[in-house]
């Protein structure tokens, strides 16, 4: 038996799933709120496991496990402050800042490496104690380079620059302030600093070969100086033998690995560490992640490398979707700073790098770390209110509850006019040297070849120049001298004063081949005759 063959089936539409996870995603403000959400998250989860790892600690020095969770707290409350500043804050300021910031974090480097201004600890001079509160300036540096660096490529960037333009003074600059923070010493926080230099180099679009020699450069620095002091090549030589000194060289990269096998999938519940008991040190600063691990398990440990996996996200979808290059820049540098401070933390804790001493973005403890960190999430989160789709919802009235009750701003179109017109002049000392020779050698020009005009060239009616001042008829005078210029044919024989056929005489000009009529004068009674009608030809 034969069958009639079936008709072909047209091809399925495959069309994307219209999940609710999708169509959040897809709305105008969802980068800003992921911003927030990853904060507050971070923020909270880092105040219950100071207090949790802290309390034994804090306890036994005096008396009161709640002394380092107050200083915490009270960091983060200046850094909520700090974050609310930061989304009201426009950007232009921001940039208008940068370059003063920079100059200020330099040079409190400088001073807080004098003696008697500068407070040291541990063997290292950081820190300006001001009593109850501390403050570390090489924080407030990460911030200051970041601003300044995507302002100085923004704008080096818009006026089409090579690549002697993108490096200095960025470059420069930025070793000078690793050089400070490294001779306080503080290798961590120089660390910090070059992975923002080489960020905003990379986002700025530095050649492949050249971004490849600065960042060999920076690796073999960072080698050498590993090497030069005492503390730093023992904590080179616990990570590359681990097992061989558990009770000194190793003890603290061993107690932290037992934490997290102590832990196990789940964790042994939140205030259990057994490890806190001064069994680990630094449990609540540089290894507070072992803490999480053997308190919240391998469960908590993903949660929280999920929610920095999720802020990476967050922050490039920024940068891809901004469209000012300093936002984008800015957004991109400031992404690859908290994400490469927090994997380099969880990397040692585990074992993958040597201890370096870098904190856990939001979650150490750290009064300055933290106040510093909510300011740059406060940034990145304006930085979301100024993505395109952003600005048209806000201004079209779906800022939400929270933006109401904050009173935010709304956030401005980004204009390339008004860019160019924000920038600093100490940015750009090159170029506005030329722009200056430039404009003298056009004066100079227009000084050499100006005329005299020429009376009788054109003729004002006695009844309007009786009527008027002398000093608007002379206003009045030059501008009809000049629509007299452009009405009539230019002659071909050159200028008094100036040789036939020198460069500085004027070029003769085509006769016209249209003939032009005057304008007629206005007769009374009769509306006077206007450009474009019938009968006048300007």
Not at 244 to 249: A, I, K, R, V
Request: hydrophobic share 45%.
């Amino acid at each position: 038996m034969t069958t009639a063959a079936q008709p072909p089936r047209p091809p399925r539409r495959t069309s994307p799933p219209r999940t609710r996870i999708g169509l959040w995603f897809g709305r105008p403000l969802a980068s800003f709120h992921l911003i927030v959400t990853i904060a507050v998250l971070l923020t909270v989860l880092g105040l219950v496991m100071v207090l949790s790892a802290s309390s034994a600690e804090s306890f036994a020095a005096d008396e009161s496990g709640y002394a380092l969770f107050t200083q915490q707290l009270i960091g983060v409350a200046l850094g909520v402050v700090a974050f609310y500043v930061a989304l009201r804050l426009p950007v232009r300021y921001l940039r208008k800042l940068s370059f003063p910031l920079f100059l200020v974090s330099i040079t409190m480097l400088m001073l807080v490496l004098i003696p008697g201004i500068g407070a040291e600890r541990q063997g290292a001079r950081r820190w300006f104690d001001f009593g109850v509160v501390s403050f570390q300036p090489s924080e407030l540096a990460k911030v200051a380079l970041v601003l300044w660096g995507a302002h100085l490529l923004a704008s080096r960037r818009s006026e089409h620059g090579n690549i002697k333009s993108l490096l200095v003074p960025l470059l420069p600059a930025g070793l000078l302030m690793c050089l400070l923070v490294v001779l306080q010493p503080n290798l961590s926080t120089a660390i910090a600093l070059g992975i923002i230099l080489v960020a905003l180099l990379w986002f700025a679009g530095l050649n492949a070969r050249l971004f490849g020699a600065v960042l060999m450069t920076g690796l073999a620095l960072a080698t050498v100086l590993a090497f030069t002091a005492g503390y730093r090549s023992n904590r080179v030589k616990a990570w590359l033998n681990p097992g061989e000194d558990t009770s000194g060289l190793s003890y603290q990269s061993t107690q932290a690995k037992y934490s997290l096998a102590d832990g196990g999938l789940f964790g042994r519940g939140l205030g259990q560490s057994r490890a806190k008991w001064s069994y680990l040190p630094n449990a609540h600063n540089d290894f507070i992640f072992a803490i999480i691990g053997e308190e919240l398990g391998t469960i908590g440990c993903l949660a929280v490398i999920g929610l920095f996996g999720l802020f990476v996200y967050t922050g490039l979808r920024i940068a891809m979707r901004s469209v000012d290059p300093f936002l984008r820049l800015l957004t991109a540098g400031a992404t690859c700073w908290v994400f490469g401070q927090a994997m380099i933390n969880i990397s040692y804790v585990v074992g993958l790098l040597p201890v370096t001493g870098l904190q856990l973005p939001l979650v150490s403890y750290g009064g300055t770390s933290t106040a510093i960190t909510l300011l740059m999430f406060g940034i990145i989160a304006s930085a979301a209110r100024h993505e395109p789709e952003a600005i048209a919802a806000l201004h079209a009235g779906q800022e939400g509850r929270i933006a109401r009750a904050l009173k935010l701003p709304l956030p401005a179109v980004f204009s390339p006019q008004r860019a160019a017109m924000a920038r600093s002049k100490s940015t750009r000392p090159t170029l506005a040297a030329q722009d200056r020779k430039r404009l003298e050698a056009r004066r100079g020009k227009d000084g050499r070849g100006a005329r005299a005009p020429e009376p009788g060239r054109t003729r004002v009616s006695s009844s309007r120049a009786d009527t008027m001042s002398p000093a608007s008829t002379d206003r009045r005078g030059d501008s009809l001298r000049g629509r007299a210029r452009r009405s009539e044919p230019q002659r071909s024989e050159p200028s008094a004063g100036y040789p036939a056929g020198s460069r500085t005489s004027p070029r003769p000009r085509p006769e016209p081949q249209t003939s032009y009529r005057p304008r007629p004068e206005p007769q009374p009674g009769r509306p006077p005759v206007r450009s474009g009608e019938r009968g006048y030809q300007r």
